[in-house]
């Protein structure tokens, strides 16, 4: 029976949070009693480190549980020591907003820049909230398609030739979710090249720029030249670099007036986040050695559990994947297992493969369609050694048995 309720078409057209909604049915599974393995979302499962915790809770112990005008003011001023220092850009506070995670920084900046019927160039496989959020400021996603044999990164001619008079924002994401993907200062400066000459605005989303295994350094696309810093807004956070995601600090910056239009767009939204965490936040980057080390530590591990997922991977019958070179994710092929027939269920997409490998394997992968892929889907190493062996050794059963 159709629903009576008539919401709004914005919201009908847009799907919800795969990611989530994977990590939400794992855990509906595991509060049943069933025994499942989570690889689905993309979560550090490091707890968050001693100092920044003791400084988030010692700030609520003393009051810091109102609005953040003060306690908002002096993490401004640290981040921008941080692109300063970490990424050779140098800002005023004012070109800063702190919002509630990265991803309302970029929900908050699609709905500052994006009219109606504005074209966003994207790459494909790209994070999965990025196309809802393009839909929902009324902007058409135009989408380069990548694969493994360009390591899933575009070429600059790509960008160039989806180029149109329509076009407004391109979005750049490395390292990638979900492909793990890196580009290299090299490939970041000919495609900056295209923005620059095109004259179009670009979202740099940054925000695992510490989680880089290997040669490849990192490189902030605004810091290329004096005009990218006119067109480019650098988007971070907390989440993924000091394993804060429910805290949910993120934060852009970027040209005075796109900054000035995001907060004005966030102050009738939500207001900034909660001051608290935002001393969290502050800790973070103001206690530098502590924070370098433990971001240190949680590097070397995830590398460990990088090598270790992906070699187990390309050991299963019909799978083949690329060494992921940054984030947390492995993005495995799995077209090779198309056709085939496990108990009665044929696997014939990633959508597919995921259910059967929830339900009879008890293993949560998120299916490639949810970041424009018909032929893989991601698996997420922000989780114990032990748990890539037991996730692992269960889909080997499944598919090689
Ligand atoms: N960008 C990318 C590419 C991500 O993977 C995430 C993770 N959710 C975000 C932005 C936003 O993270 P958060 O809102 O937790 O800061
Ligand atoms: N970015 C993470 C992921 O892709 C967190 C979940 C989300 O915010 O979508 O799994």
Redesign the pocket.
Known sequence: MASKVRLARRICEVQPSA?LAVDAKAKALQAQGLDIVGFGV??PDFDTPGHIVNAAASAMKSGDTKYSAKRGAELKRLIVEKLKRENNLEYKPEQVIVS???????YNLCQVLVDEGDEVILAAPY?V??LEQIRLAGGKPVILNTTEATAFKIAPQQLEKAITPKTKLFIH?SP??PTGSVYTPEEIRAIAAVIEKAGIYALS?E??EHLIYGDIKFLSMAAISPRLKELVVT?N????TFSM?GC???WAAGPDEIIKAALKFQSHATSDPAAFCQAGAAEAYASRPASEAAVAAMRKQFDQRRKHMHARLNRLKGVTCLEPLG?FYCFPNISGVFGRQFNATRVNSPMDFCTVALEQAGVALVPGEAFGSSQHVRLSYATSMDLITKGLDRLEKMLNG
């Not at 509630?100 to 970029?106: A, E, F, H, P, Y």
């Not at 956070?237 to 993924?240: D, I, R």
Request: charged share 15%; with cysteine; proline share 0%.
């Open positions: 990611t993309g979560e509630n995670g990265g991803k309302q920084s970029l994070w909230s990025y994401n990638s979710n989303d925000i695992y988007v956070g907390c989440s993924k995601t949910r600090i993120g984030a």
